[in-house]
């Protein structure tokens, strides 16, 4: 009785010391120390740009492509959460599904936690519950959560 209450206790210890969240410095090296890239948003002075639609903030963007799942717990594992759509593109799905805040700024499409009632890759056909809006150098899609390659889908962390 005694070994079996030793064994519980440590495999609980154990399984709570794997589930541990690591608070990342919310700089450019802290982002690199978890392999992630920092990415800058434009200015509102930036060419192109206004306060509507670009707010310079940064972003720690994972270093693998993903599914929407683990993009969320890649975020939460950093001490960060996924960006929602309205950060990341200040104003975009009203300005016809663009993104100026990130034109320029990323080469691959970043997941973000905000869901989509659209799949806009499927000629506008309802999405299922399980679609969430994805952002690119410029522009706004919606992807199945499930999806991770076609795309080159990473975390986009807040």
């Known amino acids: 009785m005694k070994k079996n ?5 440590l ?17 450019k090296e802290g982002c ?5 890239v920092w ?3 434009n200015s509102p002075t930036d060419d192109g740009c206004d306060a509507t639609h670009c707010n310079g903030i940064n972003f720690c963007m994972g270093p693998n492509n993903t599914n929407w799942w683990s993009a969320l717990i890649w975020c939460k594992s ?7 759509l309205e950060t990341a593109c200040p104003n975009g799905l009203a300005s016809s599904y ?3 805040n990130l034109k320029g700024k990323i080469s691959n499409s970043g997941w973000t936690a905000t869901p989509a009632p659209i799949l806009r890759n499927n000629s506008g056909a309802k999405c299922p ?4 809006y994805r952002v690119t150098s410029g522009g706004i899609n919606s992807e199945y959560r ?3 390659a076609m795309y080159a889908i990473k975390p986009l962390c807040k």
């Open 11 to 27: 495999s609980l210890f154990f399984t709570q010391t794997a589930l541990a969240e690591t608070t990342i410095p919310w700089t």
């Open 98 to 100: 663009t993104c100026a």
């Open 129 to 132: 519950s399980s679609c969430n």
């Open 5 to 9: 209450l030793i064994l519980l206790v």
């Open 146 to 148: 499930s999806e991770t």
């Open 78 to 84: 950093i001490g960060r959460e996924l960006t929602d």
């Open 32 to 36: 690199e120390s978890v392999k992630g």
């Open 39 to 41: 990415v800058t948003t």
